[in-house]
């Protein structure tokens, strides 16, 4: 697991209420969206062989002087780039995204931005589920939003330990509606 900085404790506990308890905090591991890359993966490895097969058909002589070949490589160069791009972007955009349980809800915060980003009360949660793939060690979602007709699903992304995380996130709602059939 990545290492919390002092700045990020510090965030963390002027932002919970006293009479919270933090029961689990985590951050993401850092790997990139794995179909994105694979596709740009494979059109930058298609384009690679396209222009491999024009040089070695030998319809050209001298690479400079050939309209196609020169537009391959435009293409590749714009593909490195672009994937550079994302790859950066996305590093950097969640370095700074850390997770936090507490007794009375479920936070997410931005240290870049040092404020907590979402934060859902045990309440208000109406979906709880475990997302597994091959490339993640799991995805905790606990909300949903509809945003331009595309569904985004808010939750604590590929974290380690995700059914240990989920058991304390179960508990913690047996135990409130447990304390609420008492009252009623």
């Not at 494979?42 to 024009?54: G, H, K, M, N």
């Not at 595309?150 to 996130?169: M, P, S």
């Amino acid at each position: 697991m990545r290492k919390f900085q002092k700045a990020e404790i510090d965030l963390l506990y002027e932002s919970i209420e006293p009479n919270e308890e933090v029961l689990w905090r985590g951050k993401p591991r850092l790997i990139p969206n794995i179909s994105f890359l694979s596709t740009v993966g494979l059109a930058l490895i298609s384009l690679i062989i396209l222009l491999v097969f024009r040089l070695i058909s030998g319809k050209t002589t001298n690479i400079i002087d050939d309209w196609f070949s020169i537009t391959l490589i435009i293409i590749i160069i714009v593909f490195v780039l672009y994937f550079a791009l994302y790859t950066h972007r996305y590093y950097r955009k969640m370095s700074d995204i850390f997770y936090c349980i507490t007794s009375n809800r479920l936070l997410i915060f931005n240290s870049r931005k040092k404020r907590i980003i979402y934060s859902k009360l045990y309440p208000m949660i109406k979906i709880l589920r475990l997302k597994r793939s091959i490339f993640d060690n799991g995805t905790i979602v606990f909300d949903i939003e509809f945003d331009d007709e595309r569904l985004i699903e808010i939750g604590f992304n590929n974290i380690e330990n995700a059914e240990e995380v989920l058991d304390i996130i179960n508990h913690q709602l047996h135990h409130l509606r447990r304390n609420n059939n008492k009252i009623s």
